[in-house]
């Protein structure tokens, strides 16, 4: 063990002086700096430390069709394509329906326009997923959406008990369907989310 003190000899008498380290340790300390934020991953900016609500890998293991337990329902809301929800849906963790898609659907705009709340639920199960718009106008949904080329939602309009983000940002329901991304921007978490995802009935 090596010792804190210096000892000096002055004629008989010893005086035991602290070493340069232990005067000085303090002064010149390297500080602890906590390490910087986690980057590279879409969720690892947002401002909000609530949310989003995490879930584990395991929500996405494989199922009785692909990752959901079954095909998405026949008869979707707003006459999106059954063929391309199933795969987005349940075979699928990276890819998406093509930008502004949603925009295309002419009931769903339509539905837009009577500038009310729009419950959005689970192609597969029907279970609510987003309620939107929530703490701002249709217009500023609207306009964000079409901004970022699909239903983009923020942390108020999520149904929590249903939806969960992976580490990496993936946006999924808690039954293993796949939704779109968690991509912040300067005002928080934002989740672009397919329509062909949320168009069930309850």
């Given amino acids: 063990m090596t010792s804190e003190t210096n000892t000096k000899k002055s004629g008989s008498t010893v005086f035991n002086?602290?070493?340069?380290?232990?005067?000085?340790?303090?002064?010149?300390?390297?500080?602890?700096?906590?390490?910087?934020?986690?980057?590279?991953?879409?969720?690892?900016?947002a401002k909000s430390t609530?949310?989003?609500?995490?879930?584990?890998?395991?929500?996405?293991?494989?199922?009785?069709?692909?990752?959901?337990?079954?095909p998405v329902q026949k008869d979707?809301?707003?006459?999106?394509?059954?063929?391309?929800?199933d795969r987005i849906c349940c075979f699928n963790r990276h890819y998406a329906e093509h930008s502004g898609y949603w925009t295309?659907?002419?009931?769903?705009?339509?539905?837009?326009?009577?500038?009310?709340?729009?419950?959005?639920?689970?192609?597969?199960?029907?279970?609510?997923?987003?309620?939107?718009?929530?703490g701002r106008t249709m217009e500023e949904f609207k306009k964000e959406s079409q901004?970022?080329?699909?239903?983009s939602f923020r942390d108020a309009e999520v149904v929590w008990d249903n939806v969960g983000c992976l580490a990496n940002g993936e946006t999924v329901s808690l039954d293993g369907t796949h939704l779109g991304h968690n991509l912040p921007d300067r005002k928080g978490n934002r989740y672009c989310i397919n329509l062909v995802s949320v168009a069930g009935k309850p």
């Fill in 104 to 134: 295309g659907i002419g009931a769903f705009s339509a539905e837009m326009e009577k500038g009310e709340e729009i419950t959005f639920y689970d192609s597969v199960t029907g279970k609510p997923l987003f309620i939107a718009p929530k």
């Fill in 50 to 70: 609530k949310y989003p609500l995490r879930c584990d890998e395991h929500v996405m293991s494989p199922k009785a069709h692909g990752t959901c337990p079954a």
């Fill in 76 to 85: 979707l809301r707003w006459g999106c394509d059954w063929d391309t929800a």
């Fill in 17 to 45: 002086l602290p070493s340069v380290t232990s005067i000085f340790g303090g002064l010149f300390a390297k500080k602890s700096t906590p390490p910087p934020p986690t980057t590279g991953t879409p969720s690892s900016n």
């Fill in 147 to 151: 901004s970022h080329g699909w239903p």
